[in-house]
Every structure is written in structure tokens, then in C-alpha cells.
């Protein structure tokens, strides 16, 4: 089995919706982080979770909001999602940061259209 | 403000030849710089990785080239295969920091046979 899921892979939504993205890790790992994908901007950092009480805005956290409901479960949601939000989102996982810790492990993606 | 300036966008080599991705830095307070390669329908995954006491580390066909001075490093894929048709993402975090990977732009490569 994947160590990092997330579901759903795609989705459609409409203009205003809420929608909620979800991410299970089996890998043990206490911080989390959900990225978006864009052609030509690579990368980019929307929040990280470092525990389950401990959540931290990226560089792009306008528009999204986050809940860590276990050490192992983390989920984004758009409140109310406009076109631009259109992307691929990944959820990943790292140990704590030190010699050979700082792996990230990311998941498979969520495909997102906001129409 | 992007941190980590990739280049080339896109690249198209031969099978057998060898394709150089350049990534370039500012901030000189990174100590980690990793290279996740991804392929298409998948999350990107650590490819290597190397910190700035070392000016190259080879992996198998991946070599990862290391200049602090002029604050860039690149990746070298020798004896490029199909196989390594993928899009190369160059990072950069400062790991007694939070840790965070700041990422480029992204690499896709196309190795044609």
C-alpha cells in the first residue's frame, strides 16, 4: 500500500464551492504539507503542519485553510473555490530535519478544476 | 519572491546524450539541496541530494555538480535513457530552520531513443 494517499485524485467543481482534499500518511511522520502544482511555477507551499497543534501558512495560503486531525491525517479545503485555484495539488511528508531526515515523501495528487 | 531559479523550462536530448538542468540561489543560509524527479500521473520523489561541504555527489548516472561561490548547482544525467523522460524539480531548504523545501520551476526532459 502507498504511504502517503490522497483522495480524491480528480475532481470537478463549480465557481463557490467548498471542497475538502485529503491526505493519509502510514510512514509515521509528524510534519505534513500541501502543495499546488503549476506549469512553469513548479512547487509552491500553501501550509505545513509540523504536529498536530502546530499549522503554518506557505507562501500561497490565501484562499485555502488547513485541519490536522491526527498526526497521520491532513486535509485542505477551499472555501470557495474560484478558476484559478484550478491545479494539481500534493500532499507530503517528512521526519524532523537532520542528516538523512529530510526527505520529503509526497503522495500521488489531487487533479482539481474549478469551472 | 522565488528563491530557486531553474532553467531550461524544457529540454530534448537523445537517448545516450547527457542533459545538464541548472538551478541557481540566494539565499546562502541553504545547506541542503535536493533534485525529485517526477513522472507524469505520480508525486514527485527524491532523485539525490547534496549539502554544501561537497562540491559533486554521484548516484548511478545522476550526478549532482555543486559551485557555493556562485550560489548554483545542477544536475548531470549520464548515458540518458527513455526511462529518465520526467520532470526535475532542483530545491533548496535550510534544515536547522524549519526545514521548508523551496522549489524551482521545474525541468521537463524528453530523452527521445
Known amino acids: 500500500d502507498a504511504d502517503v494517499t490522497q483522495t480524491p485524485r480528480n475532481r470537478i467543481t463549480k465557481t463557490g464551492k467548498r471542497i475538502m482534499l485529503e491526505c493519509s500518511q502510514t510512514k509515521g511522520h509528524d510534519r505534513m504539507y500541501w502543495y499546488r502544482q503549476d506549469p512553469g511555477l513548479g512547487l509552491r507551499l500553501i501550509y505545513y503542519?509540523?504536529?498536530?497543534?502546530?499549522?503554518n501558512k506557505g507562501e500561497i495560503s490565501d484562499g485555502y485553510s488547513v485541519s490536522r486531525q491526527a498526526q497521520a491525517k491532513f486535509s485542505l479545503s477551499l472555501e470557495s473555490a474560484i478558476p484559478n485555484q484550478t491545479a494539481l495539488y500534493f500532499c507530503?511528508?517528512?521526519?524532523?530535519?537532520?542528516?538523512?531526515?529530510?526527505?520529503?515523501?509526497f503522495g500521488p495528487g489531487t487533479r482539481l478544476l474549478v469551472l | 519572491q522565488q528563491q530557486v531559479k531553474q532553467s531550461p523550462q524544457s529540454l530534448i536530448v537523445q537517448k545516450g546524450g547527457i542533459p545538464i538542468i541548472n538551478c541557481a540561489y540566494e539565499?546562502?543560509?541553504?545547506?541542503?539541496f535536493p533534485w525529485y524527479q517526477q513522472f507524469p500521473g505520480k508525486g514527485p520523489a527524491l532523485l539525490i541530494a547534496?549539502?554544501?561541504?561537497?562540491s559533486e555527489k554521484k548516484e548511478g548516472r545522476f550526478t549532482i555538480s555543486f559551485n557555493k561561490s556562485a550560489k548554483q548547482f545542477s544536475l548531470h544525467i549520464m548515458d540518458s535513457q527513455p526511462g529518465d523522460s520526467a520532470t526535475y524539480f532542483c530545491a533548496a531548504s535550510v534544515t536547522s530552520n524549519t526545514g521548508k523545501l523551496i522549489f524551482g520551476q521545474g525541468t521537463t526532459l524528453q530523452v527521445k531513443p
Open positions: 507530503a511528508t517528512s521526519a524532523h530535519p537532520g542528516t538523512g531526515r529530510e526527505t520529503q515523501y
Open positions: 503542519s509540523f504536529d498536530v497543534k502546530d499549522i
Open positions: 547534496i549539502r554544501p561541504d561537497v
Open positions: 539565499n546562502t543560509a541553504f545547506d541542503y
